[in-house]
């Protein structure tokens, strides 16, 4: 199983000719620290740098071992495989990009407050983008200090334009607030800042530079960037080329139905730009913008579908600042608290119950099948993620955030505001409207993914042991099943499958839903047949390394 077993694909090789020091130019370097906008067009902060180097430009990515080489306060990898390969793919595809335009990207698998330190002299300047959460910030405290004690300074240059859609600025202009006073109901972020959303997005984009200034003076070692071992499952490859590629294909195919389609199971049915999206290979005012006046400019539902849902991504990112590290916290931020929405004592753990949620053995067909498509691919799509969150925190009342903590894991499209954003939210201890307050503790996702055509070929294609079980058993195999031991249950066509961890109310409605189906023909399973793609088993990923953040700056920390 791939992702049991991690590779080392990261490889010193001697320096370069010419990267020693006495090479170095005698101007001050001014640094670029990409972090999550590791690409060349529409990059302002790449700008910034441009504009402040005389002759003397490094770009450097530190790839941080207390992220690429640790486990999480619940156990997981930060950053699982498949997202550490797409990691790989953005910096040899950026790496390739720098380098044909006369200069190079530095990559270090170091903590930045020990890299840009040693790239720097007196009076240089090291660029980076804002970012809100505690982790982020508190490197960047660390990387302030240690440049201070060269003489060196550290910029940090807003995120509006670079990561996010929008900034205090913009957000002035709309008249909705920001900082603490962000609102925490989506609507009234969307709705004021929708009319001015075009020409936001045309402002700051860029082509890539033609040439790159030479960058001298760096005493590091470049470190080679290799793929060695490919990890089969996901078909989201990193890098700005891709996401570029992508985005075109996208906005000429899929995008066109995306309203109809967004909430689908199987098939081409959303952009799979997340990754890009969260690594920054392509630039979100310039999706936004392409998205806007693509076919002539001509507004369509699926357009306004398409933006509507970009900028729950900026409102994550807004509502993180605003919830600081209370979003991490079990309970929420301290405000919801007094709201009554949710206390520590609420929610449980369970080991058996968690490893069989994250490896897609819970018995509930469609849940395995969702996790299993998770551990073997990095994505699901949002209905997907809205139903295995249910069941997690509504089923097995599980502390929401093993379910927060395991998405970071697996993801590839991993971004901490969204992600503990949307977690929080199906928990329900951040505010939210009164529509999703009513969802949650309901079936309505699982209801919208039994009435999709695709739901009995998706649960076939991710359970083969489920492969020719009768269409009236697919989604409650328990029903006419046949009790072989604690764990398993032999379906009716011999072949073992969990049994079910679920409560009598869910066990009820599938029940229901498959009595349904065998009545009114609905949801029309039909039976998949086993292809070449066809994947087996699920298996969750091991823990590359035992380093752990500094409690201190842990996101539990205090929780
Ligand atoms: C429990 C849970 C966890 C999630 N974790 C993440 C995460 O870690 N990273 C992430 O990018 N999204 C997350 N989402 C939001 C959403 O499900 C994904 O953005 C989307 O499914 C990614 O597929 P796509 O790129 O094809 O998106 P598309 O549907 O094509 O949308 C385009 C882009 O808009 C943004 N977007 C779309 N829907 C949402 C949304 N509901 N919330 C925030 N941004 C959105 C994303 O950047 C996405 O790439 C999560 C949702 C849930 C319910």
């Known amino acids: 199983v791939p992702m049991a077993s991690p590779v080392r694909r990261w490889r010193r090789v001697p320096a370069a000719a010419g990267d020693s020091a006495d090479t170095a130019s005698a101007t001050a370097p001014v640094v670029v620290w990409l972090r999550n906008e590791l690409r060349l067009c529409d990059n302002p902060l790449l700008q910034r740098g441009l504009q402040l180097a005389k002759g003397n430009l490094q770009l450097v990515v530190c790839l ?76 960047e405290r660390r990387v302030r200090k240690a440049l201070e004690a060269k003489g060196a300074a550290l910029e940090v240059v807003p995120a509006a334009g670079i990561t996010d859609l929008v900034g205090p600025e913009e957000l002035q202009r709309a008249g909705v607030p920001s900082g603490e006073e962000f609102p925490v109901i989506f609507q009234r972020f969307f709705l004021p800042l929708r009319p001015f959303l075009l020409e936001i997005c045309q402002k700051g984009l860029s082509d890539a530079p033609v040439n790159l200034p030479s960058a001298s003076g760096a005493e590091l070692e470049d470190e080679e ?36 389609t967004f909430r689908s199971l199987q098939g081409d049915y959303s952009s799979r730009l997340g990754a890009h999206l969260a690594y920054g290979c392509i630039s979100p005012r310039r999706l936004v913008k392409e998205a806007l006046s693509h076919g002539s400019g001509q507004s369509s539902v699926h357009v306004e579908h398409f933006v509507y849902e970009m900028c729950w991504r900026d409102f994550f990112r807004h509502t993180a600042a605003r919830w600081g590290t209370g979003l991490f916290h079990v309970a929420g931020p301290a405000e919801c608290g007094a709201h009554g929405m949710s206390s520590e004592s609420s929610w449980k753990r369970d080991l058996g119950a968690e490893r069989r949620w994250k490896e897609g053995s819970t018995g509930v067909p469609l849940v395995d099948a969702a996790m299993r498509e998770l551990n073997e691919t990095g994505y699901i799509g949002n209905l997907a993620r809205q139903f295995v969150a249910a069941f997690l925190i509504e089923d097995l009342q599980i502390d929401w955030r093993v379910g927060a903590d395991w998405f970071e894991a697996t993801l590839v499209d991993y971004d901490v505001h969204s992600n503990w954003g949307q977690w929080a939210r199906s928990a329900g201890v951040v505010p939210t409207n009164e529509a999703k307050r009513n969802r949650v503790g309901g079936t309505r996702y699982y209801d919208l993914a039994m009435q999709r055509p695709e739901v009995s070929d998706y649960v076939r294609n991710w359970l083969p042991e489920l492969q020719d079980v009768a269409d009236e058993e697919l989604f409650s195999p328990w029903t006419n099943s046949w009790p072989i031991g604690k764990v398993l249950s032999a379906t009716s066509n011999g072949s073992s499958y969990s049994k079910p961890l679920i409560s009598m109310r869910l066990k009820q409605y599938f029940e229901s839903v498959s009595g349904a189906s065998r009545l009114c023909g609905l949801p029309s399973p039909r039976r998949a047949k086993k292809g070449k793609g066809q994947r087996k088993g699920g298996g969750a990923p091991r823990a590359t390394a035992a380093l752990r953040w500094a409690t201190s700056d842990s996101r539990f920390h205090g929780s």
Do not use: H
């Not at 930060?78 to 595809?93: A, Q, S």
């Not at 290799?226 to 891709?242: F, K, M, Y």
């Open 64 to 139: 941080d071992p207390r992220e690429f080489q640790a486990t999480t306060a619940f156990g997981s990898p930060k950053v699982g495989e498949l997202r550490k390969r797409f990691v790989e793919e953005c910096l040899c595809d950026l790496r390739r990009r720098v380098a044909e335009r006369g200069s190079r990207l530095l990559v270090q698998q170091k903590a930045p407050e020990e890299v840009l330190p040693a790239l720097v002299s007196e009076g240089s300047t090291v660029l980076v983008t804002a970012q809100v959460c505690s982790e982020e910030r508190a490197v």
């Open 225 to 260: 960037l290799r793929l060695t071992d490919a990890v089969p499952g996901t078909d989201i490859r990193g890098g700005e080329t891709a996401g570029l590629e992508r985005m075109t294909v996208w906005l000429n195919s899929g995008f066109r139905s995306y309203k109809d």
